[in-house]
């Protein structure tokens, strides 16, 4: 065979790759809209043959310009489904399952199964609700967006979690739409400014602390990364772990 025939062949040249692991890794990715397909793309491209999508709304018009999987004639259709069938074109040999509810509706077992989950959420208390399920049970790759700006935290039991950077301030207005990095959104209008640039980076930064995680090698497990794209920096923070948090 070929060094061109294997569509794998470039990836394999770094330096302790290990596809086998890359491609067993049974992986959860919960939404399906801007970030979820980004990372689904990437996922599907290092090899990964085990995915399962997590998303019950619809696709929108307003989906179109961000959402690399997704065109017009797709508008009204479940996000997850099309997705998953138009993922599937991209290799044959991915098993990509969609699964059409809302986080609240899914068993508690439901979360056992996978060795890596990926969060594509768009507000605050839906990943809350994630990171309460995710945790001692399978390592979770947070990731959120709003303009240019976007965040990643990995978390790892036992290490620090999502909740672990919450106040109570911010239980007291978790009534109002957040975005993904934290930002009141107008309760009128709560949409937020998004920006495909900004998916793909914080995106592939997700998929590469899967790649990281799979390798064994230091991931941003109990930090925090905030991506500024405006002044093109990334800040880490440390995340300690909180003494009453609830999750743990």
Request: charged letters at 30%.
């Amino acid at each position: 065979m070929r060094a061109d025939d294997d569509r794998f062949d470039r990836q394999k040249r770094i330096n302790g790759w290990d596809q086998d692991a890359v491609s067993k890794a049974r992986c959860l990715v919960v939404g399906a809209g801007a970030l979820g397909n980004e990372l689904i793309k990437l996922l599907v491209q290092k090899g990964v043959r085990d995915l399962t999508l997590v998303d019950y709304d619809s696709i929108i018009e307003a989906n179109l310009n961000r959402c690399v999987f997704f065109n017009s004639s797709d508008v009204g259709k479940l996000k997850a489904e099309v997705l998953a069938e138009k993922a599937r074109v991209m290799d044959e040999n991915a098993r990509i399952k969609a699964v059409v509810k809302r986080l609240e509706f899914l068993d508690d077992w439901f979360y056992d199964r996978f060795d890596y989950a990926f969060s594509g959420l768009d507000n605050q208390a839906a990943r809350l609700h994630l990171n309460a399920y995710c945790y001692g049970r399978v390592p979770l790759i947070d990731g959120g967006t709003t303009g240019f700006h976007g965040k990643v935290q990995v978390v790892r039991s036992p290490s620090s979690c999502l909740e672990c950077t919450m106040s109570k301030a911010d239980y007291k207005k978790m009534w109002k739409k957040y975005s993904c990095v934290g930002e009141v959104l107008d309760f009128l209008d709560p949409k937020m400014p998004a920006l495909a640039t900004t998916t793909s980076i914080i995106a592939a930064m997700q998929a590469n602390e899967f790649v990281k995680m799979v390798h064994g090698r230091d991931c941003l497990e109990g930090k925090y990364v905030f991506f500024d794209g405006l002044k093109q920096e990334t800040i880490v923070y440390d995340v300690p772990k909180r003494a009453n948090c609830p999750v743990h």
